[in-house]
């Protein structure tokens, strides 16, 4: 089945604790993506990455780093959380080629820094 | 990026057809518009796309005015399981990696 998987669903953590919330998709997309959404602001793009070794920022990269160093997998990281990154996190992909697809997302990952 | 406009929310019957609006007065001639949903808090969900012809597929019908400055997509039948936020976004070619989420409509089907 295509799909793009999340891990974990939920986490909650201590502020300042490094932390890997991990995605990988199967469909052999170029383009991989990562939104945080928080009551009232909606969904806001993090990271984007355009193919292996390409990425860059989108609206609210702060706080976060991600690498794509295999096509399948496009990981977040969060190297010191703070209370303010406690939110809804989904990675998405999608095939290149102008529109030609849509974005799939992943379940969601539930992050909760105390 | 063109930027779009949603009505807020809006209600529906069940078994009536849906028909949810958007405005992208600003869209340029190399942008799609797409369709997602998002149900509760799952991950949003693909629906539909089109440049400038109508398009059907089995989720939904999308009708692009001929200008291309508003769209209209279409839930034929709706159940209560399409009860979610609808987020109508442009997306370029040349720049497809983005997509940028407004406030969508929230569309609520009741019995």
């Known amino acids: 089945e295509a799909q793009v998987t999340q891990n974990p669903r939920y986490l909650i953590t201590v502020t300042g604790k490094k932390l890997t919330v991990t995605c990988s998709q199967n469909m052999n997309h170029e383009y991989m993506s990562w939104y945080r959404q928080d009551p009232g602001l909606g969904l806001r793009q993090i990271y984007y990455?355009?193919?292996?070794?390409?990425?860059d920022k989108g609206d609210v990269p702060e706080g976060y780093k991600v690498s794509r160093k295999e096509k399948r997998n496009f990981p977040l990281i969060l190297e010191s959380p703070s209370p303010n990154q406690t939110s809804l996190y989904f990675c998405?992909?999608?095939?290149?080629?102008?529109?030609?697809?849509?974005?799939?997302f992943g379940s969601g990952t539930r992050l909760t820094v105390v | 990026d063109a930027k779009t406009t949603q009505p807020t929310s809006m209600d529906c019957a069940e078994g009536r057809a849906a028909n949810l609006p958007c405005n992208h007065s600003t869209i340029s001639g190399n942008e799609y518009v797409y369709w997602y949903r998002q149900i509760h808090s799952q991950g949003p969900q693909y629906i539909i796309h089109?440049?400038?012809n109508n398009e059907t597929n089995e989720m939904a019908s999308l009708i692009i005015t001929e200008d291309r400055k508003s769209s209209t997509l279409i839930l034929p039948h709706a159940t209560l399981r399409d009860t979610a936020v609808y987020y109508c976004?442009?997306?370029?070619?040349?720049?497809?990696?983005?997509?940028?989420f407004g406030a969508g409509t929230t569309v609520t089907v009741r019995a």
């Open positions: 976004i442009v997306r370029g070619y040349f720049n497809d990696y983005k997509l940028s």
């Open positions: 998405a992909s999608s095939g290149s080629g102008g529109g030609l697809t849509g974005y799939t």
């Open positions: 990455s355009m193919n292996v070794e390409v990425t």
């Open positions: 089109g440049l400038k």
